[in-house]
């Protein structure tokens, strides 16, 4: 029996990484003394607000496909594709705020991690229901 320990903390762990994201939106504000609502107004802050608007964007496709790939295939997967994930969100990150051209590598690595967890779940759920029903 698979306890999902690993996955439940790599979902902690991506949600530290999302809650940091949010710091930084915080301290770019704090620099620029760009106080809410005000979205815009320097760079800086317009890309820390966009990188942490993505990462939530794309937290409601990693989180459920994380979960479901590792109850339909392996925990310990999951996790590792998880990992992989936060990885890509970090490296994403640091790119975008050094300049916004630097963002792809970082976006295609999470990309292809949630696209493995998403389909790969998918997979087995359909392969599953037409086996057994």
């Known amino acids: 029996m698979q306890t999902h320990a690993l996955v439940a903390i790599v ?6 990484v999302y809650f ?8 770019a504000r704090s620099k620029t003394g760009i106080h809410a609502p005000q979205m815009t107004g ?23 496909s994380l979960w479901l790939f590792a109850l339909y295939w392996n925990d310990v ?13 970090i490296v994403y990150a640091m790119g975008y705020m050094a300049d916004p051209k630097k ?19 998918l997979g087995r759920a359909v392969y599953i229901y037409l086996t057994i029903g």
């Open 11 to 16: 979902t902690l762990a991506a949600l530290i």
């Open 20 to 27: 940091a994201l949010g710091l930084n939106v915080a301290r």
């Open 42 to 64: 320097d760079p800086m802050l317009e890309r820390a607000i966009r990188v942490q608007a993505n990462t939530l964007e794309w937290l409601p496709i990693f989180l459920p």
């Open 77 to 89: 997967w999951a996790a590792g594709l998880g990992v992989v994930w936060i990885l890509g969100r």
């Open 103 to 121: 963002r792809e590598i970082g976006f295609l690595i999470q990309a292809l991690a949630a696209g493995v967890l998403l389909f790969g779940a």
